[in-house]
T-cell receptor, first 115, second 112 residues
Framework: ETGVTQSPTHLIKTRGQQVTLRCSSQ?????VSWYQQALGQGPQFIFQ?????ENGRGNFPPRFSGLQFPNYSSELNVNALELDDSALYLC????WGGGNTGELFFGEGSRLTVL | GESVGLHLPTLSVQEGDNSIINCAYS??????FIWYKQESGKGPQFIID?????DKRQGQRVTVLLNKTVKHLSLQIAATQPGDSAVYFC???????????FGKGTHLIIQP
């Protein structure tokens, strides 16, 4: 059984650029969510995908968007990067259980630095 | 929305002692809480969760206590080991849809 894997592990972008981060969910998991973790802070919920559709979103602007593919893998896209977007981006997967979060399994994250 | 916070940013304990990490929450309607452990350079790892209809739940060397009267929960780690060094987060509902709201975390330091 493979865990949640993310790529790339580290990347540097400049302000105004766009970035795509990728995530492969744990085997058997059909729900993927993304979190942003600034340095010294707890993770903040960005959005969740189930059956290839976004079905929940936190307090993030539309320039944060995502995709989920038939194999349940996912992408996080951020347009018009700002300095404050510098953070660790975490992907988490679980088996959908309605209102029950179940156990979230996190990847090790993609560290984004915006210059 | 939910607000979940930790009482202390850093907790230092002697190896072998018990550790207690505290957390306060604001939304009395929250029906579950989760504790995560995050080691340096890694993603958060699930430790234990508790539903609001419970006061206590035990796992392997860990116990979570929930006091709904004062909206407080704690994580107790028995016989703390060097491998317990990490940042511990409490989390609850309210991040948006099924998203979680995390506190800022408590950094647990184990003294030899």
């Amino acid at each position: 059984e493979t865990g949640v894997t993310q790529s790339p592990t580290h990347l540097i972008k400049t302000r105004g650029q766009q970035v795509t981060l990728r995530c492969s969910s744990q085997s058997g998991h059909n729900t993927v969510s993304w979190y942003q973790q600034a340095l010294g802070q707890g993770p903040q919920f960005i959005f969740q995908y189930y059956r290839e559709e976004e079905n929940g979103r936190g307090n993030f602007p539309p320039r944060f968007s995502g995709l989920q593919f038939p194999n349940y893998s996912s992408e996080l896209n951020v347009n018009a990067l700002e300095l404050d977007d510098s953070a660790l981006y975490l992907c988490a997967s679980r088996e959908w259980g309605g209102g029950n979060t179940g156990e979230l399994f996190f990847g090790e994250g993609s560290r984004l630095t915006v210059l | 929305g939910e607000s979940v916070g930790l009482h202390l940013p850093t907790l230092s304990v002697q190896e072998g002692d018990n550790s207690i990490i505290n957390c306060a929450y604001s939304n009395s309607a929250s029906d579950y809480f989760i504790w995560y452990k995050q080691e340096s350079g890694k993603g958060p790892q699930f430790i234990i969760d508790i539903r609001s209809n419970m006061d206590k739940r035990q796992g392997q060397r860990v116990t979570v206590l929930l006091n709904k009267t004062v909206k407080h929960l704690s994580l107790q780690i028995a016989a703390t080991q060097p491998g317990d060094s990490a940042v511990y987060f409490c989390a609850g509902p309210g991040g948006g849809a099924d998203g979680l709201t995390f506190g800022k975390g408590t950094h647990l330091i184990i003294q030899p």
